[in-house]
């Protein structure tokens, strides 16, 4: 298997434009997670998904903010209208179980968002 | 309740020597207890897990070493050698509850 595949590995947008970031996970897993990792902040879980189905969003920051899962290789998170403080590594992360098992989370290699 | 708290924030040590990074947890519902690893430019990866019912597990170079009653547990890097850098995170979960608290990270630094 290739992994958590993320896109894209870097972008680079002006304040007000739309974003979205992608990603397939493992291919079996059924647990997805969207993590947001900055210096200040450290890993903050944004939401995750249960066979498709969004379980948990406490931790998205504000209504700019979306996720879907329409089906289960595929993921994206939206920022409309995006904002600088908005720049970050988001991380999608996939399990099989909750990610208490012997695997844990595999991470995706992240998205570099930059806001300008 | 949910916190994880990790420390030091940063380490640096010599090759050959121990590595040491602890973490605290105050949620006594947790009952995993993983420790992720993440290179600069790459995401987290799993390195080694425990339960409360263990007080240590080792692999390799790696240990972790677990105390439920003062509710902390920490990592042990033994020999610790320069392919080493990299930043650790602790994390704490409930199984079943479908996500982890993750602590801020450690950066270690292994000088050759």
């Known amino acids: 298997d290739a992994g958590v595949i993320q896109s894209p590995r870097h972008e680079v947008t002006e304040m007000g434009q739309e974003v979205t970031l992608r990603c397939k996970p493992i291919s079996g897993h059924d647990y997805l997670f969207w993590y947001r990792q900055t210096m200040m902040r450290g890993l903050e879980l944004l939401i995750y998904?249960?066979?498709?189905?969004?379980?948990?969003d406490s931790g998205m920051p504000e209504d700019r903010f979306s996720a879907k899962m329409p089906n289960a290789s595929f993921s994206t998170l939206k920022i409309q209208p995006s904002e600088p403080r908005d720049s970050a590594v988001y991380f999608c992360?996939?399990?099989f179980g909750p990610g208490t098992g012997s695997n844990g989370y595999t991470f995706g290699s992240g998205t570099r968002l930059t806001v300008v | 309740q949910q916190q994880v708290k990790q420390s030091p924030q940063s380490l640096i040590v010599q090759k050959g020597g121990i590595s040491i990074i602890n973490c605290a947890y105050e949620?006594?519902?947790?009952?995993?207890f993983p420790w992720y690893q993440q290179f600069p430019g790459k995401g987290p990866a799993l390195l080694i897990a425990i339960r409360p019912d263990v007080s240590e597990k080792k692999e390799g170079r790696f240990t972790i070493s677990f105390n439920k009653s003062a509710k902390q547990f920490s990592l042990h890097i033994m020999d610790s050698q320069p392919g080493d850098s990299a930043t650790y995170f602790c994390a704490a979960s409930q199984t079943y509850a479908g996500k982890s608290t993750f602590g801020d990270g450690t950066t270690l630094t292994v000088k050759p």
């Open positions: 949620n006594t519902a947790f009952d995993y």
């Open positions: 992360a996939s399990s």
């Open positions: 998904f249960n066979n498709n189905v969004p379980i948990d």
